[in-house]
């Protein structure tokens, strides 16, 4: 409320998706905005901060409703655990000029924009730009309950891959792998931040079929994190042995992957340029690459040429907390900010991040090797590049077709601390 | 197609809802209509059934999308295995006059309208009412690929609630006797039908809230079902003491119960009227809870005057098939054929079926006992029973809050097949 002076604002949670049929439902996911203000997810409430002070506006349930659902809880109590009075939704009036963030789902939106008498659109608007700006900056430096619930998610995380680990075996499907992470997670009370990626085909990036037999010889890569009750967020990623050890062109690629995940963990330091720990992995890959003969030439120079890019084709992370990809909601405006945008050249173009790292950020490193088809068959990719990439050579590597480590990171004035510590890669 | 006549109509799939920001998503649930007719759930995709033939049209994927998804199923080798042309949505043009039904989101429901140039609206409008009861008569009798899903997820399902028995024990929470019961399904290439109910307070009908811990001498009540990836649901309800062994009071009435649910599935034959097996169930129940000194009077007396559903408010059961309460979207068209309509009697206007029973439909039958505060605080509900509720009787069953014990019927010309076999109360 501060950083508004004196604008108001309303923050909505979002409603329940109807799945079916209007008594089914999907799982319900408050938008983080909400969940960051208020603190738990209620359905179809809405947050009017104004003046400095804040009310949160909630349906009231239709008549027989605690026949159901059992008696809601009281205003009052409700207003206590979360620290502002609770009124009907009904009587919410929106002052002239209050500000909002679109909710994802349309039947908000559309309530949005009846309350405010205006177009709220699928985007911030430009009027809307300082409370878009005043959530970025307030998310941004996680405070110390985010942290806690961070590293929390983060152990989850880690016994989740732990017991994903220990299911996998030749013969089984990847839903199988995938039934013992998830096992894990919602013993704790938690759900899963994101759609699971548990594939023998980690050069698919988003690879969300889970029916795959894995085979004896197959990497398995296992791109799944946990998400607490009130929505934060761990994002991992292992590249497993389907039988249990590496052959040695696998090692050899993995050994790659953990060093420029290494590497560009230890460089996330305050006052790094999240960029420059991009471009430090893709430099580790391009000189590992170069080691094995499938690249050809001066590591720096083909960094600077993107020819790694062809092999790590994505950023080495993103921020995150309540989203996965941290208010990724509001575009660039968390990752990049003034006086940074994308580049347009392969690979660094998809950077989610080029921030200066700060303690209290917290962020994903996560830098992998693929063989996509969709760029290893396009001339335009591939051609600019000429000899520097050896075919012959790289078809030794052909048991090898995605590797991803990811770890989560928070920027601490100590140095990076790993909230998904303690997990080997094998 | 030949209820249709010579009329078009347009199924829409739906599409993935966003889930916190765009590139996160939901997990997307295809329109149930749209699974019957094709077999699998595409996103965003519709189905122009026209003049005795049938087209699916499909997004383009956006440029560089095989770089993250991987190449896309080409439209020859997709339409082989649904068995028919596959073609761009971009490319669709849908003739005048034709029908739809409404999608569940709100994007495909704008978009439903704008190919139609018409409202298309929540519910059914006047206009669909021919292709709402096509879908009805195609969908009401299961044909042999439909009782065969149906017996899969049934035995699923059945080994997700051995699975939370076993898991079962004081001093857990609920959602780790959930976990257990969602691990079978995931490692089965499954999903779950309905938000879970796992719950001590059984009285609250739809209790979502898997955070209660377990205690001894407490009933846990479990309605779970397990839903295949082409989306055929189960849907089981079991009641078990926490510690292992029903207190006398506890054993007393899920004995009734049990006798209830017994006699309503072996009255499921074909020719009956599902409204009466209701009213047979509820007249066991009404003459159990007699014997048990909780209600006085003649038990055909009691279920007239509506007294049986002071602690049994809720029908019998509904239709099961692509949707746990299969349907539904299409409001009381598949539970109620023409010429009958809901009560308007307590209990009984919950009843979500009346048809009579054919082989190849299938249904549940879910009795229970329940002490819901929000009834028996309500004079309106109780007062006009006068002395038929045994007040102090009833005292003595305090720690028997809700009971509900159900399983999936399918019926055939020999009698019922129950679908979710094998399973012990407890």
Redesign the interface.
């Known amino acids: 409320m501060a950083r508004l002076g004196d604008r108001a604002a309303l923050i909505p949670a979002g409603g329940a998706?109807?799945?079916?049929?209007?008594?089914?439902?999907?799982?319900f996911?408050a938008?983080?905005h909400f969940l960051y203000l208020v603190g738990r997810g209620l359905s179809g409430a809405m947050l009017l901060m104004e003046g400095g002070s804040a009310v949160l506006y909630r349906p009231t349930p239709p008549p027989?409703d605690?026949?159901?659902?059992?008696?809601s809880h009281a205003a009052d109590a409700l207003g206590e655990s979360i620290g502002c009075p609770v009124r009907p939704l009904e009587t919410l009036k929106v002052p002239r000029g209050t500000l909002t963030l679109p909710s994802?789902?349309?039947?908000t939106r559309?309530h949005q924009e009846s309350l405010l008498g205006r177009s709220v659109g699928g985007a911030v608007s430009a009027a809307d730009e300082p409370l878009a700006q005043a959530m970025v900056e307030t998310r941004l430096i996680h405070d110390d309950a985010a942290i806690a619930a961070l590293r929390r998610v983060g152990r989850v995380t880690i016994e989740g891959h732990r017991a994903g680990l220990a299911a996998l075996a030749p013969g089984k499907?990847a839903?199988?792998v995938?039934?013992?992470m998830?096992?894990?997670f919602?013993?704790?009370?938690m759900g899963h931040a994101?759609?699971p990626i548990v594939t023998p085909?980690g050069?698919?990036?988003?690879?969300h079929d889970?029916?795959a037999v894995l085979k004896e010889g197959d990497l398995l890569l296992a791109d799944v994190g946990a998400e607490t009750?009130d929505g934060w967020a761990g994002d991992v990623t292992r590249t497993w042995a389907v039988n249990g050890r590496y052959s040695p062109t696998q090692a050899a690629i993995v050994e790659v992957v953990q060093r420029a995940h290494d590497a560009a963990i230890a460089a996330c330091t305050p006052g790094r340029r999240y960029r420059d720990v991009h471009l430090l992995a893709s430099r580790v890959i391009a000189a590992g690459l170069v080691d094995l003969g499938i690249l050809r030439g001066d590591p720096d120079e083909l960094v600077a040429d993107d020819v790694h890019a062809v092999f790590f084709?994505h950023g080495i992370g993103h921020l995150i907390g309540?989203?996965?990809?941290d208010?990724?909601?509001l575009g660039d405006r968390p990752g990049y900010p003034a006086g940074r945008t994308r580049s347009d050249r392969f690979g660094l173009g998809f950077l989610r991040l080029d921030r200066t790292l700060q303690p209290g950020m917290a962020v994903t490193i996560e830098p992998g090797f693929y063989q996509?088809?969709?760029?290893l068959a396009d001339p335009s990719r591939v051609t600019p590049h000429g000899d520097r990439i050896n075919r012959t050579r790289l078809a030794a590597f052909a048991d090898v077709r995605g590797v991803r480590i990811e770890d989560d990171v928070l920027i601490t004035a100590q140095g990076p601390e790993v909230l998904t510590p303690g997990l080997p890669n094998c």
């Open positions: 998706q109807p799945r079916n049929f209007p008594a089914n439902h999907l799982p996911r938008s983080s027989g605690d026949l159901w659902h059992g008696p994802m789902d349309a039947v559309a499907r839903y199988e995938w039934a013992a998830q096992q894990v919602t013993a704790h009370g994101y759609a085909h050069e698919v990036l988003h690879a889970l029916d009750a084709p309540l989203d996965v990809h208010m990724e909601d996509v088809p969709a760029i």
